[in-house]
């Protein structure tokens, strides 16, 4: 019996993936189909399959054309299969030409012409079609356009903001300086403005019919974050917090366990959040375009403190250094947080420098991530015996932020919100924020 195996993703099945299906099906008696995992695909690049692991098998299975499928989860994995299932031929399309002629040493390598005219990237562009306007500040802006280009069907189709920047990507596309003009060529918008025009930009992208990804801090005011959430609900849209950190596979799987209880029961948190590079302590450097460090920082610090031990603190102060009070710029701030059962310490400074690290406390062990933490593919569960310690690594791509532009398109296209920062840690940021512009509970220093 002559053995074949091929392998793919198979993402919303078409005509071109099953004559693959049938040609492999010919070369021998018996045709195993192995098909790639959503964590397999997501390290290969492939972050937006529209089709889950288990659809996709489905998919394969009602063609009648396999007489066996598996998965494939992890790089190195068809040699493993070749050896195990006793291969003969292995095959795959001729966009793979050359790839995998190292297998040859464990049997038979066939390329097969590839249908034309048909792909599954070009299925999902079709099925989203997104088109995003930026809203301010041209520096990150060049990273969401760079982002956004890994997203099948999301395009960034024009920008808005005061003044323009000198960024040849940015130059490509429909500027203006009417925001209205831009909200009538858009579907969405990722509003990156300055802080304080956060609440107006996003209100009038709401009501224009727009879905909102909004730079933390959404609002200035926990009533004002609220009332947006309130707005874009009534309006059956799409408002989502944009903090990256929280798309980051490995920040995410270390909140799980650390709120799993791999380290026992968490008693502290620890954050800390420093840049230098805005210059903002610098003499004749100019503040008004600046963000302080509580808006720049303190959003993505605080958010390992709610996520684990939720928005209901006792307690809460601010200590401050200044750098201009004027203009409400902050060069460092600590925010301290009593809970009921752990303390949370929060450092975020673009005015002084710091080990940016999260470790995170417990009564059997520790969670220690290494700066910078807020864009993590690695970390520690360390314990007392060190034997016993573990090491964790997760592939990051882009910070994060092409898999929440991934999770903003999938929550557009489904109707569902699909955030994996909650409306209630969203309104505690908006609240902190508007508690630190109102100075309460905040102690100064020199
Ligand atoms: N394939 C093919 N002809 C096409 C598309 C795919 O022969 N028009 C083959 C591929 O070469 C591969 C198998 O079908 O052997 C599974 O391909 P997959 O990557 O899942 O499909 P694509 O449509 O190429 O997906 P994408 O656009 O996401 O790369």
């Known amino acids: 019996m002559v053995k074949v195996i091929t392998y793919g993703t198979y993402d919303m099945l078409h005509y071109g993936h099953i004559r693959l299906l049938e040609r492999a099906k010919a070369l021998g008696d018996y045709l195993i189909v192995g098909i ?33 499928i598996i998965v494939e989860e992890y790089e190195g994995q068809k ?29 038979k390598v066939v390329y097969l012409p590839r ?3 048909i792909s599954s990237s070009d299925m999902r562009a079709e099925k989203i079609k997104l088109r995003i306007g930026l809203v301010g500040s ?30 040849p990507e940015v130059q490509n596309l429909f500027y203006t300086d009417n925001y209205k003009e831009l909200l009538d060529r858009v579907d969405a918008v990722y509003v990156i403005s300055k802080p304080e025009k956060h609440y107006e930009h996003t209100k009038m992208a709401l009501e224009a019919g727009k879905h909102v990804l909004c730079e933390s801090p959404i609002a200035y005011t926990k009533e004002q974050c609220r009332e947006l959430y309130a707005l874009a609900a009534k309006k059956d849209l799409i408002l989502m917090d944009a903090i990256k950190t929280a798309y980051a596979t490995a920040y995410e799987r270390l909140i799980f366990m650390a709120k799993g209880g791999k380290i026992g029961k968490v008693v502290s948190v620890d954050v800390v ?27 993505v ?28 710029i902050d060069a ?28 995170i406390a417990g009564t059997k062990g520790y969670i220690y991530v290494p700066a910078p933490w807020w864009k993590t593919d690695y970390f520690e569960v360390r314990y007392e015996n060190p034997e016993d310690n573990k090491r964790f690594f997760y592939q990051l791509d882009g910070e994060g932020i092409r ?8 929550a557009i296209e489904s109707g569902k919100n699909m955030s994996y920062v909650s409306k209630e840690i969203s309104e505690a940021i908006s609240g902190i924020i508007g508690n630190f512009n109102d100075r309460i509970n905040l102690i100064e220093f020199e």
């Open 273 to 299: 959040c420093t840049s230098l590079r805005d210059g903002i302590s610098l003499e004749g450097t100019d503040l008004s375009n600046k963000w302080n460090s509580m808006c720049g920082w303190a959003p």
């Open 36 to 68: 790639t995992s959503d964590d397999y695909d997501k390290t290969r690049g492939k972050i937006n399959n529209h089709l889950s692991l288990i659809e996709r098998i489905a998919a394969v299975k009602e063609t009648g054309l396999a007489d066996e």
């Open 138 to 167: 041209a520096v990150f802006q060049t990273k969401f356009i760079n982002e956004a280009k890994y997203v099948n069907g999301v395009k960034v189709s024009g920008v808005y903001a005061s003044r323009m920047g000198d960024e």
């Open 115 to 117: 249908t034309q005219g």
């Open 403 to 410: 898999y929440e532009i991934v999770a903003f398109a999938k």
């Open 332 to 359: 460092f701030t600590k925010i301290d947080f009593v809970y009921p059962s752990g303390i949370a310490s929060v450092k975020v400074a673009k005015g002084a420098k710091a080990e940016g690290e999260l470790v």
């Open 301 to 328: 610090a605080m958010l390992p403190v709610f996520q684990i031990f939720g928005t209901n603190y006792k307690d809460r102060k601010f200590y401050t250094k200044f750098q201009d009070k004027s203009k409400n």
């Open 79 to 107: 040699i493993d299969d070749i050896r195990r299932l006793g291969i003969d031929i292995f095959t795959v399309g001729s966009d793979w030409e050359g790839q995998f002629d190292y297998l040859n040493e464990y049997c």
